[in-house]
């Protein structure tokens, strides 16, 4: 019997349409098939064996857990995952990996004997619809097929299989330079079978995909491997056939182990995307950052007035949130949500950062395009009316709306860049009435959100809480790092939001009672906080503390180099969805900024 691991035991594959996470002990225990928000066939990630996973590696007695390889990684610069057991017997390696798509999405795990003569065992147990329906598994033409509704799985290997307890096995014996591969491809029920799989084939050319897309990475600093492992992880991440950018691959991993704080992120936060192109921006990837910037486009199409703050990777708006009341949870971390409420809310901030990128994307001179111009102005005209309202900000709180200081200063980071856009002469638009209006903003964001007492700026107005997303105050240009608000507000939240590690929370959080956010329970520290703080601290000239910081930071990715949303430091533990696109663009800003400043240790 397996039990999912921990969350920093998985590793990502994936096909820039969706992905796979595999355990230490060769297990893959969720994949959503053809889309990152598509039903999973395997969901034991949250639920048991019963619920779905394929187990690939050295066989083991009854009842007893499966060893964990004794080492892994990713082959290069590449999202191709190598195993290996050393047993008894001898060592085997298992190679993992999801080809770029071409055809039927496939799953490739080639079993290589590297010494000795080692028994393997492969179990795939497939469960549709979250783990809810169980396929009828038949052979055709020798190819054994899982089939339920609209959903056919076909499973192609030399070895011979058989089915027993509602489940495929194989049992094998590979020798020293041998090779065996399985593969399942997903294919709709209703069309011809997808064409046999050629495994090694597949792997040169995922090999090659990688390398070339690797090489157009044009930062070469002392942080090199950290930065291109998360940018290879961020383009796993994108949706390939539309640009748009999951959150994470993964629903209702948990913010606090046994706690109800899990949601579903596999869709496109216009926020997490926007960060996300300027990321890709800086180290080279233009072409990435012309198909967000083209999704953009379509998903808000003609009607920026009611701007959601994500949508679906295709650029669909309805995201209805439901609970899978027959999944236990992972560690029994109920609900499992799938669809995420809160594409309906109004967090004022989305405005900023959308904005921001595509200024960041005329000013590293990607061509322009006229309506994405277009697009800002409208999206200033609605901030116009707007800006002064209360919304659920930036950490979508589920408890009433507030003026939060971080959305207000996001309206400004709008209209200031659509100022400067006006100014550059690209286009037209009222410019003396939007420089008051970014005037205006500014001098009530100071008025209504600062604390003189305390010399720090607050959550939201009139609060006595703080909030890390503050520290983007330097950083957006609101005002200058020298300045002693800012100052003031990076020391207080450092002291106030700080754990024993050194990391941050996101605001003070409850426990059992319902604090800012709605939501009852604790959470981890917020890892993109964190980072924001060692760039905030390289900002004010505190540069070894800011590369220490960053550094402990980067001690925390898992042996991979993934990381999840959230680091628990009570269980020393990641907790949170897997990996996490917020965790792994503010590694690679904080990165560039502390290359830039020479702040780095060697």
């Known amino acids: 019997m397996h039990v999912a691991g921990r969350i920093e035991d998985y590793a990502l594959i994936g096909d820039m349409q969706t992905a796979a996470l595999v355990c230490r002990d060769g297990t893959a225990d969720w994949l959503c098939l ?24 050295p066989a083991h007695k009854e009842g007893t857990e499966p060893p964990a390889a004794d080492r892994r990684r ?13 047993t008894p017997r001898g060592t085997v390696r298992v190679i993992d990996f999801m080809p770029p798509r071409d055809g039927a999405p496939q799953l490739i795990r080639i079993v290589e004997g590297v010494s000795g003569r080692v028994p393997m065992r492969s179990a795939l147990k497939m469960r549709f619809s979250y783990g809810w329906v169980t396929p009828w598994v038949h052979k055709i033409d020798g190819r054994t097929v899982a089939v339920a509704g609209p959903d056919s799985v076909w499973l ?19 020798s020293p330079g041998e090779r065996i591969a399985f593969t399942i491809s997903w294919q709709p029920s209703h069309k011809e079978p997808p ?15 990688w390398r070339e897309w690797v090489e157009q990475c044009t930062y070469h600093g002392p942080y090199r491997d950290a930065v291109v492992r998360s940018l290879i992880t961020l383009k796993a991440l994108t949706y390939g056939p539309t640009g748009g950018i999951v959150a994470a691959p993964t629903t209702s991993l ?4 046994g706690g109800s704080r899990n949601w579903d992120y596999r869709f496109t936060w216009l926020r997490d995307a926007a960060i996300t192109l300027s990321s890709l921006l800086r180290t080279g990837y233009r072409d990435e950052a012309r198909a967000w910037r083209e999704w953009l486009l ?67 001179g990607l061509a322009r395009n006229d309506y994405a111009s277009l697009l800002q102005l409208k999206l200033i005209k609605y901030l116009e009316d707007h800006w002064n309202e209360p919304d659920e900000g930036i950490w979508e709180v589920r408890g009433p709306r507030r003026h939060f200081v971080h959305s207000k200063v996001m309206a400004w980071v709008a209209v200031d860049r659509t100022v400067k ?28 959100g600062y604390d003189k007492e305390r010399n720090t700026f607050t959550q939201y107005y009139g609060s006595k809480e703080l909030d890390a997303s503050l520290l983007l105050i330097p950083q957006m240009g609101f005002l200058p790092p020298d300045d002693k608000r800012v100052i003031g507000t990076i020391e207080a939240i450092q002291r106030e939001l700080g754990t024993e590690d050194g990391f ?7 426990g059992d009672e319902k604090g800012v956010d709605g939501l009852e329970g604790d959470e981890g520290a917020f890892l993109a906080c964190s980072f924001w703080l060692a760039d905030d601290l390289a900002m004010i000239g505190r540069v070894d503390e800011a590369r220490k910081l960053f550094e402990k930071l980067l001690s925390l990715r898992n042996d991979l180099g993934l990381l999840a949303e959230e680091w628990d430091p009570r269980l020393q533990r990641q907790v949170g969805n897997f990996p996490q696109a917020f965790s792994h663009v503010p590694l690679i800003d904080t990165a560039l900024r502390l290359t830039a400043s020479g702040a780095y240790g060697g």
């Not at 192609?156 to 590979?174: A, K, M, N, Q």
């Not at 948990?254 to 182990?257: A, K, Q, R, S, T």
């Not at 941050?504 to 409850?510: C, G, H, I, M, W």
Request: contains cysteine; charged residues 30%.
């Open 74 to 86: 990713y082959q290069g610069d590449s999202l191709v995952l190598e195993s290996e057991w050393d």
């Open 254 to 257: 948990p913010e606090d182990i």
């Open 504 to 510: 941050l929370l996101r605001y003070p959080t409850q």
């Open 34 to 57: 053809p889309r990152f928000d598509s039903h999973s066939i395997f969901a034991g990630l949250l639920g048991t064996d019963e619920h779905g996973f394929w187990r690939l590696g």
């Open 156 to 174: 192609d290997t030399p070895i011979e299989t058989r089915g027993e307890d509602l489940t495929t096995f194989s049992d094998f014996t590979v």
């Open 421 to 448: 856009l006006i100014e550059s002469g690209e286009v037209d638009g009222p410019l003396e009435r939007w420089r008051e209006l970014r005037d205006e903003i500014h001098r009530t964001v100071c008025e209504k």
């Open 298 to 364: 379509r998903a808000v199409a003609g009607d920026p007035e009611n701007l959601q703050i994500m949508y679906g990777i295709a650029g669909e708006r309805e995201l209805g949130e439901t609970e899978l009341h027959w999944l236990p949870g992972y560690e029994n971390s109920r609900p499992v949500r799938v669809g995420n409420g809160a594409a309906g809310q109004l967090q004022l901030d989305v405005y900023g950062e959308v904005t921001e990128a595509l200024h960041l994307a005329h000013m590293t």
């Open 195 to 209: 064409q046999l799989p050629e495994p090694e084939a597949s792997l040169e050319a995922t090999e090659d995909f």
